[in-house]
């Protein structure tokens, strides 16, 4: 489900993303901007029943790792921003001495606090959305971190509080039959969060709004304070700019995927790098290119009848004397169940793009393994 699901959004998003570089007239820019959100917004659909099927096989992991304080509230606050447009009124709240640097798993704990705002601002009509987040100091190691969304919605009677954080529940049919969403957000975010060994919270008085919050231990890599969101730039910010924009004319690639919309898909992506890219349907004809080529870099399929994207790499990988044998390849997959990542690197693979192929992530990982002489930096 997951493969066959996400392989069309492939091409829905991606040909959206090359299509906007188009000139056009302002209302067709709009409309495609419309197909574009509403793309964004069916993956998010459809990776809350992906974590839910997760859930049902015990496969929901937690992976930690460093972060600063500042990016995790920077990246959600500017998401709730554009789902709010200019909608509610819209306050953070924040000490400006929160920790510097924190070890936890920031993809999960990000997208429980977007979930808990969303909901906030999809539910509420007129008003204001307040959104608190603090911590707590435990030991030397250690800190809570509190976070809390307040609204001032329709709110939540006491009968319907039992069909909160159930699958596919949504309260007050009535009056909210209208909005839009699988009803699996609350269920996944109290999962995730005892996952992380916290627990969530909800307030709500009919009629007034409601609160909704979570509250999770965290490692602490820094105290320092982390100062305020105003003066906040990411941390990679100023490497980032500097790279965000090259070209690579003499670099040659090999994109590799069963399904010819997938090539087209790619192939549009990345031309304005300027590379040669060239395609292959299948691991047999990967094969016959790497045996008369020398490329850079190679994108791999996973899933490819005959010979996947695993036993390719390690027929590659086990071409003694060929240019391409120790090569950069990239997986490409449709796949986001659990450890899917982890067996592709382990097949001999340098690195992971999931599908859909988004542009920023693409650039990324072109810039991190294309040899460094062929890239050249282009100015803004």
């Not at 993956?43 to 859930?55: A, E, P, Q, V």
């Not at 600063?68 to 953070?92: C, F, P, Q, W």
């Not at 009968?159 to 954080?165: H, T, V």
């Not at 045996?291 to 003694?320: N, S």
Request: proline share 4%.
């Amino acid at each position: 489900m997951s493969h066959e699901i996400r392989t069309p959004m492939n091409a829905i998003v991606g040909m959206t993303e090359v299509a906007l570089r188009e000139e056009m007239t302002p209302g067709m820019r709009k409309c495609l901007k419309t197909v574009q959100s509403s793309a964004f917004g069916l993956l998010t659909l459809i990776n809350d029943i992906l974590d839910y099927s997760k859930i049902e096989a015990g496969k929901l992991e937690i992976v930690p790792e460093k972060f600063y304080t500042l990016s995790l509230v920077n990246d959600m606050y500017e998401i709730i921003k554009a789902r709010n447009n200019g909608k509610l009124a819209l306050h953070l709240h924040m000490p400006d001495n929160l920790p510097t640097a924190l070890y936890g798993d920031i993809v999960r704990i990000k997208q429980v606090m977007i979930n808990f705002c969303t909901n906030a601002v999809k539910y509420t009509d007129t008003g204001s959305v307040d959104i608190f987040l603090e911590t707590e100091r435990i030991d030397d190691n250690h800190c809570k971190m509190i976070f809390s969304v307040k609204d001032t919605g329709i709110g939540i009677r006491k009968e319907d509080f039992r069909k909160l954080f159930k699958q596919y529940g949504q309260v007050d049919i009535a009056v909210n039959h209208h909005k839009e969403g699988t009803g699996l957000g609350l269920m996944i975010s109290r999962q995730l969060i005892e996952n992380m060994n916290g627990m969530v919270s909800v307030e709500s008085e009919y009629g007034k709004g409601s609160t909704f919050g979570f509250t999770i231990p965290l490692v602490v890599k820094d105290w320092s304070p982390a100062g305020t969101l105003e003066n906040y730039h990411y941390e990679e910010d100023d490497e980032e700019d500097e790279n965000a924009l090259f070209t690579a004319p003499e670099a040659r690639i090999l994109i590799v995927d069963d399904t010819p919309l997938n090539l087209m898909v790619a192939e549009a992506l990345l031309s304005p790098i300027g590379m040669t890219i060239e395609t292959a349907e299948s691991g047999f004809e990967t094969l016959d290119k790497v045996a008369g080529t020398t490329y850079d870099l190679i994108l791999m399929d996973h899933f490819m009848p005959g010979m996947d994207g695993a036993e390719t790499v390690q027929k590659i990988r086990a071409l003694d004397g060929n240019p391409n044998q120790n090569i950069p390849i990239i997986a490409l997959t449709a796949d986001a169940m659990s450890g899917v990542k982890e067996a592709l690197l382990a097949s001999g693979m340098n690195d992971f793009m999931s599908k859909p192929i988004l542009i920023d992530v693409a650039y990324q990982v072109l810039q991190r393994w294309l040899p460094v002489d062929k890239i050249v930096k282009t100015v803004r």
